[in-house]
């Protein structure tokens, strides 16, 4: 394994300070995002659980980082784990490009400044991979969490058939082991070859009916359903509008209305996480729905968020957050009261970017 020596300007640094515990976002968010990465990133727990104790290790307003904790300190805030372990955890973080280590000659760490040159020698765990990388995580987490749905969605229908089958017949041994090996962990291909050779072995008439949900389009689907957000039918000098043959609820915000660019410009917290800068409300969404789990907003009430706004307006709640979101304690439960619970009657992500907005243009 080679090591890097590395050199960095005391007190300049380009990305934005993160802090481990009081930053944006915070460390137990990207943990939780790391966490739901991990199926795809090929962790393990314990080495998860090793990467959150050296974000601990990380002061709040720092100009790096980089984690000069000891192996004791790190074993210490594991729980006792030993060194070997932690060496073994370190090498599958750095397999994994979420961290660098950087060796001092007598492979202690610390950081030896040089006031002539305004540089640093930092030797210790580099974590700024992982922090550069957060976008691309959350993406990742995404689609685990899609693949994760998928699996216990085929898993359900294996299920429902084999359990069809034994009624029909019921002793049929094939339908039986079937039900035994769901008792794995089993991938998507193995889940699939299950359902195939289930259907093949009995008939296609054993499935379970499959239902396209009811669309949204119809304001009184369910009791539950809110039916009063309405939109006039002259659409808005905006950019690209997102879907036009979604349902009314996911058009543009229709008072006051403001284009992605303005949008950006208001909200740059959430501008600066995105890869490539969006230019419609569709890349609005898509960067929304990304950043969403590292602020701490689950998937349940993003969609639920989702069916009642719209994507346009919840992605446009989500990109409004996050620019205030240090103000906000528990901005997962807020998300929720205003969006669909408590707070959510009187609730226009229009009216909260735009306040947002006067506060920028006002004079200082």
């Known amino acids: 394994?080679?090591?890097?020596?590395?050199?960095?300007?005391?007190?300049?640094?380009?990305?934005?300070?993160?802090?481990?515990?009081?930053?944006?976002?915070?460390?137990?968010?990207?943990?939780?995002?790391?966490?739901?990465?991990?199926?795809?990133?090929?962790?393990?727990?314990?080495?998860?659980?090793?990467?959150?104790?050296?974000?601990?290790?990380?002061?709040?307003?720092?100009?790096?980082?980089?984690?000069?904790?000891?192996?004791?300190?790190?074993?210490?805030?594991?729980?006792?784990?030993?060194d070997r372990t932690i060496r073994r955890h370190v090498a599958i973080l750095q397999d994994a490009g979420l961290l660098v280590r950087r060796d001092s000659p007598n492979k202690k760490r610390f950081t030896k400044h040089s006031r002539q040159e305004g540089k640093a020698l930092m030797f210790g765990f580099d974590?700024?991979?992982?922090?550069?990388?957060?976008?691309?995580?959350?993406?990742?987490?995404?689609?685990a969490t899609r693949q994760e749905e998928h699996l216990n969605y085929l898993r359900t229908k294996i299920r429902a058939a084999a359990n069809e089958v034994l009624r029909i017949w019921p002793e049929d041994e094939r339908a039986r082991d079937t039900l035994r090996s769901l008792r794995r962990n089993l991938s998507l291909a193995q889940c699939e070859e299950l359902l195939q050779s289930l259907v093949e072995s009995a008939s296609s008439d054993i499935l379970p009916m499959e239902q396209t949900p009811a669309s949204t389009t119809n304001p009184s689907g369910n009791d539950g359903q809110n039916v009063r957000h309405h939109h006039k039918a002259?659409?808005?000098?905006?950019?690209?509008?997102?879907?036009?043959?979604?349902?009314?609820?996911?058009?543009?915000?229709?008072?006051n209305p403001m284009s992605v660019a303005e949008l950006m410009d208001t909200c740059t917290e959430a501008a600066q996480f995105a890869l490539n800068r969006p230019r419609t409300f569709e890349d609005v969404i898509t960067h929304a729905r990304t950043m969403a789990p590292m602020i701490g907003i689950d998937s349940v009430n993003y969609i639920t968020a989702e069916k009642r706004l719209g994507p346009v307006a919840t992605a446009i709640t989500v990109i409004a957050l996050m620019q205030i979101q240090t103000k906000i304690r528990k901005l997962g439960a807020y998300f929720r009261a205003i969006t669909h619970g408590s707070r959510s009657q009187d609730f226009d992500p229009m009216r909260l970017v735009h306040r947002l907005r006067r506060e920028t243009m006002a004079p200082t």
């Open 1 to 82: 394994m080679a090591f890097r020596q590395a050199a960095a300007s005391v007190g300049v640094r380009e990305r934005m300070a993160l802090s481990a515990d009081n930053s944006v976002p915070e460390r137990h968010i990207i943990i939780s995002t790391v966490r739901t990465a991990a199926p795809l990133l090929g962790l393990k727990a314990p080495v998860i659980a090793t990467l959150d104790a050296m974000l601990s290790c990380l002061p709040p307003n720092r100009s790096h980082h980089t984690v000069f904790a000891s192996n004791a300190t790190l074993a210490f805030r594991r729980n006792g784990i030993s």
């Open 234 to 255: 002259n659409k808005e000098n905006i950019d690209k509008p997102v879907n036009t043959k979604a349902s009314p609820s996911t058009a543009t915000p229709e008072t």
């Open 127 to 143: 974590l700024s991979l992982l922090f550069d990388r957060l976008h691309e995580i959350a993406t990742i987490a995404a689609q």
